[in-house]
Structures are given as structure tokens and as C-alpha cells.
């Protein structure tokens, strides 16, 4: 009898403890429910209603990034050859025909390379529409040449402007005026030019 009085007994703590547990989870606001069950929204977090959404930051510009560009010189076989600048982005028309106008380096002069275009990149301005750059020198004249050398100034623009993606052919103009131009056979021609007007002086090989 005293066993049966026992387990009684220890069935009726654990009833209890059944009790006491779920009381507590109820009064810690956890639901029961075997469904799901709405939650009011102001039992909802505020940051839960409102989630701030991630946003990309926005792009670094490195304006002392160079790309290299290419420019024309002219070879000792008087053809203009074609070399490398480094110019600093965003590397537009006016810039690359600026470093064409510095002319080339040491070792570039030592190798036999020259250059009939003198100047800087403040002294030239080029702008492209319909496929046709308009270079507008300005301040002074960058070619100081006359003859197969002024043809061979006029092509290191053309072939440098026309490597340009979009370019196609090349107008000139002095301080907004527009000038003629010599062709590879000489003849003067207010432009557009290409390069197939200097077919002569194109690069060898």
C-alpha cells in the first residue's frame, strides 16, 4: 500500500510541474497555439517595421590614373609610327593630342623618333560629332613646317585623332577658324581628312 501511495504521489508532482511550466510559458508571452497567429503591429520592433535597406556606396574616382593611348611620330623612314602615352583619365581627344603635341621622349629621339607638332595640351581642343573630330589649335600654331614635313605634322594628328574609337575623319582649325589642309599628294583640301588622305605617309609594315 505504501508503494501504491508513493507513485501516487509522484504522479501528482509531476502534474503539478506540467502546471507550473505551462503557467510560466504563458506569462512569458510565448504563444501555445499549434497555428500560426497574427502579431499586432505594435508588438512588432520598430526596426522590424522600418528595415533600413543597404545602399552601395558610391564610386571612387582616381583622377591620377593613367591608361595608355596612342600617338604618331615620325619614323627616320619619314612614315609616322605609332607609340604609347600614358594619359590620365578620363583620357578624352583634346588630352591625347596633347601629348601628342609634347613631342617624343629621350629615348624615343634617340631612336631616330621625331615629331613636327610642337606645343602642349593647353594649346590644342578637339570635339567629335558624327564621326568627324574638329581640332582646333589655339594660342599658336603647332606646325611650324612647310612641306613633306607639314604634310607629315598633319598626319601624326589625323592617324592619332583616328585611332580615337568613333573617329573617322579630322577637320582644322586655327584659333576657330577652319584652315586647309596638305593631303599625302599634296594637294590642299579644307577637310575632312582621313587616313587614307596620307596614305604615303602611313605606318610601314
Request: glycine share 8%.
Amino acid at each position: 500500500m505504501r508503494a501504491v501511495a508513493a507513485l501516487r504521489a509522484v504522479r501528482a508532482m509531476g502534474a503539478l510541474s506540467v502546471v507550473l511550466v505551462a503557467g510560466t510559458v504563458a506569462a512569458c508571452g510565448i504563444p501555445t497555439s499549434q497555428t500560426p497567429t497574427a502579431i499586432a503591429k505594435v508588438a512588432v520592433p520598430f526596426h522590424l517595421l522600418d528595415p533600413v535597406t543597404p545602399t552601395s556606396a558610391p564610386p571612387v574616382l582616381h583622377p591620377d590614373v593613367a591608361v595608355p593611348e596612342t600617338i604618331y611620330l615620325v619614323a627616320p623612314t619619314q612614315h609616322v609610327i605609332a607609340v604609347t602615352r600614358d594619359v590620365q583619365i578620363p583620357a578624352t581627344l583634346s588630352e591625347i593630342l596633347g601629348a601628342l603635341l609634347e613631342g617624343p621622349t629621350a629615348a624615343e629621339s634617340a631612336f631616330g623618333l621625331q615629331s613636327f607638332l610642337t606645343g602642349n595640351t593647353a594649346q590644342v581642343k578637339a570635339t567629335v560629332s558624327g564621326g568627324v573630330a574638329t581640332v582646333d589649335f589655339y594660342s599658336a600654331d603647332p606646325v611650324q613646317v612647310v612641306g613633306p614635313d607639314q604634310t607629315l605634322a598633319i598626319a601624326q594628328v589625323v592617324f592619332t585623332a583616328t585611332g580615337q574609337p568613333g573617329v573617322t575623319g579630322v577637320v582644322f582649325q586655327i584659333d576657330d577658324k577652319p584652315i586647309d589642309v596638305p593631303t599625302g599628294r599634296g594637294v590642299q583640301v579644307p577637310g575632312p581628312v582621313d587616313r587614307a588622305s596620307y596614305q604615303p605617309q602611313a605606318p610601314v609594315g
